[in-house]
């Protein structure tokens, strides 16, 4: 793993340049194998207030630190959203839910092979080489939405129930606070696989 800056956040004013870690599943498997070197980390995993499940209206409001496995069990996601519970049990494993947040699972990146493989071509990881999936294995690769730069699926089972729940995302940035649609998080392929979802730097 190459050296990197790290920064702990106390509060969310406190969350400054770098790349985001909470529970660390995906981010550091992609640090290790140099897919992903940021030369700064800001942990987020302590930070208070976003951690919880609260009910808001006839729906629920769930901190970007719950855990996969918090949000799973949680006896009013279990009654009343249980394909939520479902989609999230069906993945990873108890060691991994237990760590892995709701966040993270939302912004975790592809599991696309050619992308873990740093020996291939790949526009995802590095934009500009190609694609090493067309024509390739496609057991992973997505069906609809891709283009001639990208294949790669989105892995998370937990962003397609909450997207068929019609759930939103709260973001917030130094342009102050907004919601979108879940779905409406990601951005398709085009000519920019690169560019994952609508997020911006600080924004
Ligand atoms: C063995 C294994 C099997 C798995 N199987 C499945 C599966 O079957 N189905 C499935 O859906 N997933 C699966 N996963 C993926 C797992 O769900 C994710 O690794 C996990 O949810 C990521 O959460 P995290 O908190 O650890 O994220 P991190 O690794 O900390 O971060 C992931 C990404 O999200 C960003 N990020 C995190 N939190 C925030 C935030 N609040 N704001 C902005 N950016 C943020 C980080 O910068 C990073 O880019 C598997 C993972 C492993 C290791
Ligand atoms: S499908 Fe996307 S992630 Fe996979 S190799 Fe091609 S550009 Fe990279």
């Known amino acids: ?3 990197f800056e790290y920064h702990r956040a106390t509060s969310v004013d406190d969350v400054t340049a770098g790349q985001i870690i909470a529970g660390g599943t995906n981010l550091l498997d992609l640090m290790k ?3 992903m070197t940021p030369s700064a980390l800001v942990d987020i995993s302590r930070l208070t ?4 499940i609260e009910t808001e209206g006839d729906g629920l409001r769930i901190g970007a630190l719950v ?3 918090a949000l799973a069990y949680d006896t009013r996601v279990r009654a009343g959203w249980p394909l939520l519970s479902r989609a999230i049990l069906a993945g990873a494993s108890a060691q991994i839910r237990n760590k892995a947040t709701t ?4 912004l975790q ?3 696309c092979p050619y992308f873990y493989d740093t020996s291939q071509a790949c526009n995802k990881r590095s934009p500009g080489t190609g694609c090493a999936a067309q024509g390739g294995a496609g057991r992973m690769l997505a ?18 129930a909450l997207a068929a729940l019609g759930a939103e995302v709260e973001i917030h940035g130094t342009n102050g606070t907004r919601r ?3 779905q409406d998080l990601y951005r398709a392929p085009a000519d920019r696989p690169d560019r994952e979802t609508i997020l911006e730097a600080g924004t």
Do not use: K
Request: with cysteine; net charge positive; glycine share 10%.
């Open 1 to 3: 793993m190459r050296p």
């Open 33 to 35: 194998i140099q897919v």
């Open 49 to 52: 207030g976003l951690s919880a």
């Open 67 to 69: 855990t996969n496995s």
């Open 103 to 106: 966040g993270g699972n939302l």
């Open 109 to 111: 990146r592809t599991r």
């Open 143 to 160: 069906l609809f939405g891709t283009s001639e730069h990208c294949l790669a699926a989105h892995p998370s089972d937990m962003a397609t």
């Open 180 to 182: 979108v649609p879940v």
